[in-house]
């Protein structure tokens, strides 16, 4: 099993900047994809982010050049940093992790508990 454990979030005023990150931990060998999706209230789950092990990342066109994220393979750790904030990226934020058990083993999704981002306008 692997748990995935969220931080950071809050209320920011819209302009601002907000990051959160995530830790892994549990039974990995390696993990391939980390990222973030969010969910705003009444809306779809959607996409926001990822980055793989080796380092080569992918945003969502809503918040490219806006969001920057980053990983620690060492530490299993993912983080997003968030700047210029919109009222819309209101959201609950979800990481999730790829994370392989044994080399050769296929890789299973997890997620964290979610953490909330408040953008006031």
């Known amino acids: 099993q692997v748990q995935l454990v969220e931080s950071g979030g809050g209320l920011v005023q819209a302009g601002g900047s907000l990051r959160v990150s995530c830790a892994a931990s549990?039974?990995?060998?390696?993990?391939?994809?980390m990222g973030w999706y969010r969910q705003a209230p009444g809306k779809q789950r959607e996409w926001v982010a990822h980055?793989?092990?080796?380092?080569?990342?992918n945003y969502a066109y809503a918040v490219k050049g806006r969001f920057t994220i980053s990983r620690d393979n060492g530490e299993n750790t993912v983080s997003l940093q968030m700047n210029s904030l919109k009222y819309e990226d209101t959201a609950v934020y979800y990481c999730?992790?790829?994370?392989?058990?044994?080399?050769?083993?296929?890789?299973?999704?997890?997620w964290g508990q979610g953490t909330q981002v408040t953008v006031s306008s």
């Open positions: 999730y992790a790829d994370p392989q058990a044994r080399p050769g083993l296929p890789s299973t999704r997890y």
């Open positions: 549990g039974s990995i060998f390696s993990i391939n994809f």
């Open positions: 980055i793989h092990s080796g380092g080569s990342t």
